[in-house]
């Protein structure tokens, strides 16, 4: 069993992420993604299709950094990963809200944005 935090500097050449909403199974994590330029992205409980029932937190930071696009990434530090079954966690539905869903605004940089 792995002990967390750990840092991986994932392969650039490494297989593209390709989600599959077949998957019975997605792996949950929290990590953190370094910039070559500056800055970080950091992500707590998020979800990605697996193909099997396993993966290495190695491939999870290869993963990570292709689902995200992410050009400049730096290492990667995964703080927690685990294995779930699809519809065992809280992706399964949209959480209804009783008066539909809202969009809020968010300031960003100056600007707003809708999220």
Known sequence: MSTFPQV?????DAPAYRPDQTSRFRVKADFRVD??????V?????LLDIP????T????????VSAMNLLRAGPV????????????????????????PR??????S??????
């Open 8 to 12: 991986y500097h994932p392969d650039p």
């Open 35 to 40: 910039f070559t330029n500056g800055g970080y």
């Open 42 to 46: 950091e992500a707590r409980d998020f």
């Open 52 to 55: 099997g029932d396993d993966v």
């Open 57 to 64: 937190p190695a491939r999870l930071a290869e993963m990570v």
């Open 77 to 100: 530090t995964i703080y927690r990963m685990t294995v779930v079954r699809r519809g065992e966690h809280a992706d399964g539905e949209a959480a209804a809200e009783p008066d539909g």
């Open 103 to 108: 969009k809020r605004a968010k300031a960003c």
């Open 110 to 115: 100056g600007n707003r944005a809708l999220i």
